[in-house]
């Protein structure tokens, strides 16, 4: 009998920095090499939103930049922890960079902290201590980094096997469960209104998720 594909069904959440276009193409080969293996896959960019052009089109609406950026970045936050908690099954964690990026690490963290399996990717040789990576990081991945993106598929496939019979945590704290909650809903909100990639279809979801008073103007408050 056919073994059932691990690949086609575990969503795997791609991390790492994306505030330049040399960085989103590099996040982007990586999308792409786990796709290539059966993998679908989140890369926040591109299947969620990108801050810049979701805040751009909501300051055009007449919202303040403070409100539009506030109420944005919480969108964000939702919907990015839902999809580390409940959408994918596991992460791959870019680390190139002068530093590794911030919200990568927290991603990362969390990821870990729910048993999920991580792989790190870094081909980037400065490191921040005497040639080696900052061990609060590197220890998340057992000290043992992928240093070519062709290597990821199989690494991950490794640790998908391992992970099969590893206890995963019973519940989520409390504020957890909210974030995930708001960003579920925001997940489905954009997957009804076929809002990926178009960045006036997020602004008018999140402003309606996520603002003060939803749709309302401050004015019309």
Same mark, same amino acid.
């Given at each position: *009998?056919? $073994?059932?594909?691990?690949?086609?069904?575990?969503?795997?959440?791609?991390?790492?920095?994306?505030?330049?276009?040399?960085?989103?193409?590099? *996040?982007?080969?990586?999308?792409?090499?786990?796709?290539?293996?059966?993998?679908?896959?989140?890369?926040?960019?591109?299947?969620? *939103?990108?801050?810049?052009?979701?805040?751009?089109?909501?300051?055009?609406?007449?919202?303040?930049?403070?409100?539009?950026? $506030?109420?944005?970045?919480?969108?964000?936050?939702?919907?990015?922890?839902?999809?580390?908690?409940?959408?994918?099954?596991? *992460?791959?964690?870019?680390?190139?960079?002068?530093?590794?990026?911030?919200?990568?690490?927290?991603?990362?963290?969390?990821?870990?902290?729910?048993?999920?399996? &991580?792989?790190?990717?870094?081909?980037?040789?400065?490191? &921040?201590?005497?040639?080696?990576?900052?061990?609060?990081?590197?220890?998340?991945?057992?000290?043992?980094?992928?240093?070519?993106?062709?290597?990821?598929?199989?690494?991950?496939?490794?640790?998908?096997?391992?992970?099969?019979?590893?206890?995963?945590?019973?519940? &989520?704290?409390?504020?957890?469960?909210?974030?995930?909650?708001?960003?579920?809903?925001?997940?489905?909100?954009?997957?009804?209104?076929?809002? $990926?990639?178009?960045?006036?279809?997020?602004?008018?979801?999140?402003?309606?998720?996520?603002?003060?008073?939803?749709?309302?103007?401050?004015?019309?408050?």
């Amino acid at each position: *009998m056919p $073994q059932p594909n691990r690949r086609t069904n575990c969503r795997v959440y791609c991390a790492g920095p994306l505030f330049n276009q040399a960085e989103r193409n590099e *996040m982007t080969a990586i999308a792409d090499a786990l796709a290539q293996a059966d993998y679908p896959v989140y890369l926040p960019h591109r299947d969620g *939103m990108e801050f810049r052009c979701v805040r751009e089109v909501l300051i055009e609406r007449g919202w303040p930049p403070d409100a539009a950026g $506030q109420f944005l970045h919480a969108a964000i936050f939702a919907l990015d922890i839902f999809q580390l908690v409940e959408e994918c099954a596991a *992460m791959v964690w870019n680390l190139n960079g002068r530093t590794p990026d911030e919200g990568a690490v927290s991603e990362a963290a969390i990821a870990w902290v729910l048993g999920k399996p &991580l792989i790190a990717y870094k081909d980037d040789a400065r490191s &921040l201590i005497a040639g080696r990576d900052n061990p609060l990081l590197a220890g998340l991945v057992e000290f043992d980094l992928a240093r070519d993106i062709g290597e990821l598929p199989g690494r991950l496939e490794a640790a998908l096997r391992q992970a099969e019979s590893s206890p995963r945590p019973a519940a &989520l704290p409390p504020a957890v469960e909210r974030a995930v909650r708001h960003g579920r809903e925001l997940w489905n909100a954009l997957n009804a209104n076929g809002a $990926q990639g178009n960045s006036a279809a997020i602004a008018e979801v999140t402003a309606r998720l996520f603002a003060p008073g939803g749709n309302r103007m401050p004015h019309e408050s």
